[in-house]
């Protein structure tokens, strides 16, 4: 699985990917379908379907990530939340969502939602030029910490 995983690919820089922050355990990119800009994806380089497979020093390497990044976001969007929701719905392969909330329903459960029988899609892919730029300021953010 490993060597035709998606997040596998992109952890071993055979598909390219807008980072925002890389060390010998993580990469964090920008989602191609961001539910707002500057959806950050983290995952752990090596393979794991989900979430509760890694170890723990391993998801919590991954939430202080994102604790990091969330700060920055706040200040750059003037959001008020930032979530963080791991997932493994679309790619198997254990990833954390870091969010910039400018909606309560930016992140949501369909359990709060009355009409059941609603149609979900993508988000729309996003522009390379945006995310290269909103890349850029992210790592810029993370490194004056």
């Known amino acids: 699985m490993p060597d035709s995983c998606l997040f596998c690919r992109i952890a071993r820089h055979e598909l390219p990917a807008h980072v925002v922050h ?3 355990r993580t990469l964090a990119f920008l989602d191609i379908h961001p539910v707002r800009p500057a959806h950050v994806l983290i995952i752990p380089k090596q393979h794991y379907p989900y979430f ?3 170890p723990a020093d391993l998801a919590g390497h991954i939430v202080n990530l994102g604790q990091r990044l ?3 976001m706040k200040r750059m969007y003037q959001v008020e939340r930032v979530g963080l929701a791991f997932t493994g719905i679309h790619v198997p392969h254990a990833h954390a969502h870091i969010v910039p909330m400018h909606h309560p329903h930016d ?3 369909t359990h709060y939602i009355a009409e059941q029988d609603l149609t979900f899609v993508m988000p ?3 522009d390379a030029e945006q995310l290269k730029a ?3 300021e992210l790592r810029g953010a993370l490194g004056g910490n």
């Open 134 to 136: 909103l890349a850029e």
């Open 124 to 126: 729309p892919q996003a």
């Open 22 to 24: 890389e060390d010998s």
């Open 107 to 109: 992140i949501t459960s």
């Open 52 to 54: 509760e497979d890694m």
């Open 70 to 72: 969330a700060r920055q």
